[in-house]
């Protein structure tokens, strides 16, 4: 009985061991193929490519990788540039230059002579436009990005090694004049962030249809103000570049008086209010200036006129008032101005020679000075563009504020 009794054990202890393995057999995932080793991709010419290429005697070689298109254009900045270029020169590739597919499916062009500068441009592949996939500088207009490209030479507009360096801060926030979220870009100069100073401020406004990036990327701002900051020929200063637009549609008519939408309260009610918050600043009027280029002068010639208490100092950069609206301007902001009894420090006008504004800028100048505004007037050579801009910036920072004025201490 002893036996038995053992076997009896020993075999339900078998039977168990076997069902358990069994169990195991039947719940084990089935058997995966494993993966198919990592291939690094086939090398291209693209791996290598150099897409701009600035020649000693300042001419550009463009080019982009795209075997499969048909057709190549370059839209670039710059041949306004040229030394000495004529208006039919400067627009006679408005719709692109076209490029030239050599081996290997590389697609080439070369523009200029081009003075030194930093300027935009995009590839068209097949009527597609696109940045260039080679360089990751980049600058953003209100509904697009471009590529940019640098002559050297330019020394007020380089960032330089022995120089000190300001920050350029991106900032969002909301805005009850312009529903929704809201940006612009702010540059506070060196020293700022360890310092107790009260600083002066310049609002930049940019042109219809880039944005508040424009005026720190492709306009250079920064590197202008740093530069002009430590030869002592600027007063330190914080530039609040807002953005201009009140959405993402713009298009430029007869019929739209620009400069008369919500961003003229949102600079007015929001931006000032939160800078004076948020920055050291020297929050009256003697120590703020207002400049804008193209539409941005438009804004800035409505806005500095209707509320004068607020600007001391005024930059107008290739803009004017349209002849038929014109009248308007006069007995609205002019009237508005004249009845303040305010006097501007600076009232400050530029326009090159061929810019498409002149005509206008010449005609609100006389407007403004038959309204007793001791308008300081220039006319540059060139033409409506950048190159334009960043020295008017370069011409216009160092007249603002007094440098004895600009570091008040808390």
């Known amino acids: 009985m002893r036996l038995i009794t053992k076997l009896i054990c020993v075999s339900g202890i078998l039977y168990l061991s076997l069902q358990a393995q069994s169990q195991e057999k039947i719940q084990q995932p089935p058997a995966q193929t494993p993966p198919p080793a990592f291939q690094m991709p086939a090398p291209t010419p693209n791996d290598t490519l150099k897409s701009i290429e600035v020649q000693p005697d300042h001419r550009v070689r ?37 490029m030239t597919k050599g081996e290997q499916g590389i697609w080439e062009a070369m523009i200029g002579p081009i003075e030194p500068g930093i300027y935009r441009y995009t590839f068209s592949v097949d009527g597609v436009s696109t940045t260039d996939p080679r360089n990751g500088l980049t600058s953003q207009s209100l509904t697009h990005a471009s ?71 492709v306009g250079r701002a920064g590197a202008i103000l740093d530069n002009l900051i430590a030869s002592g020929k600027a007063a330190p200063m914080i530039v609040v570049m807002p ?57 800035t010639l409505n806005i500095s006129l209707a509320d004068a208490k607020d600007f001391a100092y005024v930059g107008v950069f290739s803009s ?46 006389a407007v403004l000075k038959k309204a007793g505004i001791n308008v300081e007037d220039h006319e540059s050579g060139g033409f409506h563009a950048w190159n334009n801009w960043r020295d008017y910036l370069h011409q216009f920072a160092p007249l603002l504020f007094k440098v004895s004025e600009s570091h008040q201490v808390e």
Not at 73 to 94: C, F, R, W
Not at 322 to 347: C, H, T, W
């Open 147 to 217: 590529s940019l490209y640098e002559v050297p030479g330019a020394d007020f507009m380089e960032y330089k090694s022995d120089v000190p360096h300001g920050a350029i801060a991106t900032i969002y926030y909301e805005s009850k004049a312009i529903p929704g979220g809201r940006r612009m870009h702010v540059y506070t100069p060196p020293g700022y962030e360890t310092g107790t100073a009260r600083l002066p401020v310049l609002y930049l406004l940019h042109g219809g249809g880039d944005s508040d990036d424009s005026w720190g990327t």
């Open 62 to 98: 463009f080019r982009i990788w795209a075997p499969a298109a048909t057709e190549v254009k370059l839209s670039a900045e710059g041949p306004e540039a040229t030394p000495n270029i004529t208006p039919a020169e400067a627009y006679k590739n408005v719709g692109g230059v076209p």
């Open 243 to 299: 953005a201009g637009h009140t959405s993402t549609e713009f298009r430029l008519t007869p019929n739209v008086r620009m400069g008369h939408d919500a961003f003229n309260d949102d600079l007015i009610k929001v931006v000032l209010p939160c800078v004076d918050s948020h920055y050291r600043t020297l929050a009256d009027r003697d120590h703020r200036a207002l400049a804008g280029l193209s539409m941005g002068g438009l804004q």
């Open 320 to 365: 004017g008032w349209f002849p038929n609206s014109i009248k308007e301007e006069q007995d609205g902001e002019v009237a508005q101005y004249r009845a303040s009894g305010m006097q501007f420090r600076l009232f400050w006008v530029n326009a090159g020679k061929y810019d498409i504004a002149l005509q206008n800028s010449h005609a609100t100048v």
